[in-house]
């Protein structure tokens, strides 16, 4: 079994509330979920209005293809235009 794990640091520019953070927040996570069928939270910067962590779960049993679809999942987030992305991180574990 593999597991990926993608973390995503961003910024929202024009958020003015956090109410207004956790609404482009929850926007991202569903198209993420329904595009990809993936486990996606968030993991810090809660409370920032303006700041958001996601933690974003792959499970499979071929190491590049977990590999692929963590990259497709960065470009596809990316590409929504919802937030931008700042930091980045990528993890693989063979269990």
Known sequence: MVVGVLQLKMIFHDA???KDKRGRLR???SR???QFEVSVAEIGDQNLWQRAELGI???GSD???VNQVLD???NFADSLGISEIIDHKIEILNL
């Open 16 to 18: 003015r509330s956090l």
């Open 27 to 29: 926007q991202m996570i």
């Open 32 to 34: 993420i979920k329904n």
């Open 57 to 59: 779960a792959v499970v």
């Open 63 to 65: 190491r590049a293809l």
């Open 72 to 74: 497709r999942i960065l």
